[in-house]
């Protein structure tokens, strides 16, 4: 018998481990950010090839490393940030691991350049594949410079995981956007291909928000603040009205570290309580500061789940203070809760005298005897119609379209009812004219010129630089719906002509959730662009379109959809149309 165990050398135990902690650029993103900001760096540039497949690389004017430090800090378990297992309760600095170095030399070709700040020379280090290709004596700017060039150039799987540069830059912009909101006092700047796409100053964390997101954004925010025995709450909440259908920008923080904790989040969403139409979901910032031996963070290699000691306290206290913020700003402007409701009623003039209400009644009014009436269908027409289909089971054989324009209801503003062959229909207005305006949009190639509406005024759209970067990309796929958008500038868009069925007051937001819709989309690698684009744009329309309708423009729907090849479903693949059948009605 031979034996068969080995222990595997560093390197390849190294490129292992790096699978946890590198996946992705973005991930080598942050543990560089990271690293610069436990040195102590006040200002941070962030150089991007090529989303980070090419060059990842960050200057700092942190600390610096002396020579032997340099070469030791790409080993395993190599950290100056603990000494002790007791001072894992004790964490203050956003690594502590000593694993992220030695993982990104492993996986790919590293050039680290450092310097001491009361040295006069500093150290130039080449690793690759783990193993230390040169060092050397070199003159640089006090601070360090590292630079992860070609990530994963050994390890084939990885980088044919990796998704086109439209999505991996995205990954990275929400990496920086997580360090950098709450580090607002420090400088950043993000260079992508040549290009600086963000260029952040120190300032206040509403500044931070502006500077990534656009000036727009400020208006949309309340600041929240509570400072209790347990936690120092700071940072800002959306008011209502800019709910999202998606969870948009909602960022947590605890010390400084951008977190996950559905509980927590849970507890600001539950703040809005009546405010937000069902599932729309507020944007936030919020930055805690607890006691770190309260904390546990070292959950997982990329620390982003935290388990606190008071959670339950912590739940509290946070959705009181959100409660506090909203109320502050909303209620007090609206209502008064400390004096009664005043009826607005105008003194009567001089001389008037009361008169008793009179109410006038056909008195020869008989409820069973019919009346003709155009929404009132006769018991007999019902009798009459064919084979009953199962109410949750709609099959899109029976939705035959009604022969002749019948006679149609609106039920709050919501719902279409009229009679089908199979029974009688409840259309959902705005999913039809989801349908409808998708079909309606989606080019086709014997129509040339997409229909479109030329704007009285310009409208000027405003986006932050990652958003105005897609938006570029989705340029002419916008054209060919009927927009005519020319980019001004490096982050804002002006809007000359519409669709026929977009409100030019509605475009900013109407853009907004396009880019959230997409992102989301491109994220999950849903269906191909530009159908991901065309539903998303036909909810929007549908969503600002749906208004109470006169008999002949529900009609006119109700045609319409019949007219769609796929009547029965959205392009998202929800039901348009409930079908009740004559044995329904008539129990
Ligand atoms: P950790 O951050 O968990 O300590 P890393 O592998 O990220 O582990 O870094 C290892 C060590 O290298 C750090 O503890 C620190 O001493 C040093 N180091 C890394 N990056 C820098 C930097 N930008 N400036 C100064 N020192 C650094
Ligand atoms: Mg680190």
Do not use: W
Request: glycine letters at 4%; a negative charge; hydrophobic letters at 40%.
């Amino acid at each position: 018998m031979s034996d068969i165990i080995n222990i595997l050398p560093d390197s390849v135990a190294n490129q292992i481990a790096a699978g946890e902690v590198v996946d992705r650029p973005a991930s080598a993103v942050k543990e560089l950010l990271e690293n610069s900001m436990d040195a102590g760096a006040t200002q941070i540039d962030l150089i991007l090839k090529d989303a980070g497949r090419t060059l990842v690389q960050v200057i700092d004017n942190g600390c610096g490393m002396s020579d032997s430090d340099a070469r030791l800090c790409f080993e395993r378990h190599a950290t100056s940030k603990i000494h002790r297992a007791d001072d894992l309760f004790a964490i203050r600095t956003m690594g502590f691991r000593g694993e992220a170095l030695a993982s990104i030399a492993a996986i790919a070709q590293v050039e680290l350049r450092t310097r001491l700040h009361d040295a006069e020379l500093g150290t130039a280090i080449v690793i690759e594949g783990s193993r230390i290709a040169s060092q050397q004596p070199q003159a640089c700017p006090p601070g360090t410079s590292l630079a992860v060039k070609n990530l994963f150039f050994n390890v084939p799987a990885r980088r044919n995981f990796l998704k086109k540069d439209s999505v991996e830059l995205s990954h990275i912009e929400e990496v920086f956007r997580r360090i950098t909101l709450v580090h607002c006092d420090l400088g950043f700047t993000l260079q992508h291909n040549g290009k600086l796409l963000y260029d952040l100053k120190p300032g206040s964390m509403l500044q931070r928000i502006a500077q990534l997101y656009g000036n727009f954004y400020k208006e949309r925010f309340f600041p929240i603040e509570e400072e209790t025995d347990l936690v120092r709450i700071k940072g800002f909440v959306g008011k209502p009205e800019y709910a999202r259908k998606t969870r948009g920008e909602q960022y947590l923080f605890v010390n400084g570290r951008f977190i996950k904790h559905p509980a927590l989040s849970a507890a600001v969403e539950r703040a809005y309580d009546d405010l937000l139409p069902d599932r729309s979901h507020p944007s936030y910032f919020i930055a805690l500061q607890v006691d770190p031996s309260r904390i546990d963070i070292n959950i997982h290699p990329n620390k982003t789940e935290v388990r606190f000691v008071d959670d339950h306290a912590l739940f509290a206290i946070l959705r009181s203070a959100a409660k506090k913020a909203l109320g502050q700003f909303t209620l007090a402007t609206e209502l008064s809760f400390d004096t009664p409701p005043e009826f607005n009623i105008p003194p009567a003039p001089k001389g008037y005298v009361p008169q008793q209400p009179r109410i006038s009644y056909n008195p020869d009014y008989n409820p069973f005897h019919a009346t003709p009436s155009q929404t009132r269908m006769k018991l007999d027409d019902l009798k009459n119609l064919t084979a009953p289909t199962d109410l949750n089971e709609t099959p899109t054989s029976d939705l035959r379209p009604p022969a002749s324009p019948h006679a149609c209801l609106q039920l709050q503003s919501r719902y279409i009812i009229t009679t089908l062959s199979s029974g009688l229909a409840v259309i959902d207005q705005q999913r039809a004219l989801e349908r409808i305006l998708f079909d309606r949009l989606t080019p086709r190639p014997d129509l040339r010129a997409p229909t479109s509406q030329t704007l009285l005024f310009p409208v000027n759209c405003q986006f932050s630089a990652a958003d105005a970067e897609l938006m570029a990309e989705l340029l002419p796929d916008l054209c060919d719906y009927g927009f005519a958008l020319e980019a001004v500038g490096q982050t804002t868009f002006v809007a000359t002509a519409t669709p026929p069925d977009v409100k030019e007051a509605d475009l900013q937001p109407f853009f907004e959730q396009m880019l959230a819709d997409y992102k989301a989309s491109t994220l999950q690698r849903h269906a191909d662009r530009s159908q991901s684009l065309c539903a998303s744009l036909a909810r929007q329309m549908a969503v600002r379109a749906s208004t109470a309708l006169s008999q002949e423009e529900m009609q006119q729907l109700v045609a319409d959809l019949f007219a769609c090849p796929m009547a029965d479903t959205t392009p998202g693949g929800k039901r348009i149309i409930t079908i009740v059948n004559p044995e329904e009605l008539l129990k």
